[in-house]
């Protein structure tokens, strides 16, 4: 039996992290790192998203909370984005109509308003 090359520091850190990950994957979403680089590789490497890389070591698994399907991998902003409304396509679609409208109803306002508002006398301010 031929003897076992010892690792390097760096090649043992990278096979503990990619084990580690495995765990987490397995434990939290059902999947192994093998199906996570297949996913990843489907997204040539870039989040399912903005098509951006990521600034973490992995990209976030994103899963539908309700029944569990992996629905693609994110980069953390993406992935907090899709959080923060609450994973509801209404809410995203209000977003995109808000974005859209890049604030018409607000200049509208302001535009027919004077630029400076009003301020009572001091006067009548002291009569009441």
Do not use: W
Request: hydrophobic share 30%; glycine share 8%; proline share 2%.
């Amino acid at each position: 039996m031929p003897a076992r090359k010892k690792l390097g520091k760096r090649e043992a850190t990278r096979r503990a992290r990619r084990s580690r990950h495995n765990s987490h994957l397995k434990e939290a979403y059902g999947i192994t790192i093998e199906q996570y680089d297949q996913v990843l590789a489907s997204q040539q490497g870039k989040c399912a998203i903005c098509k951006g890389g990521t600034s973490k070591r992995h990209f976030a698994v994103d899963h539908n909370h309700k029944n569990g399907n992996v629905r693609g991998l994110l980069c953390a902003r993406c992935n907090t984005g899709l959080a923060r409304f609450m994973d509801d396509i209404t809410n995203i679609r209000r977003a995109v109509r808000y974005l859209k409208r890049d604030g018409e109803k607000v200049t509208r306002i302001l535009e027919d308003s004077s630029l400076e508002p009003e301020v009572p006398d001091r006067e009548v301010l002291d009569e009441n």
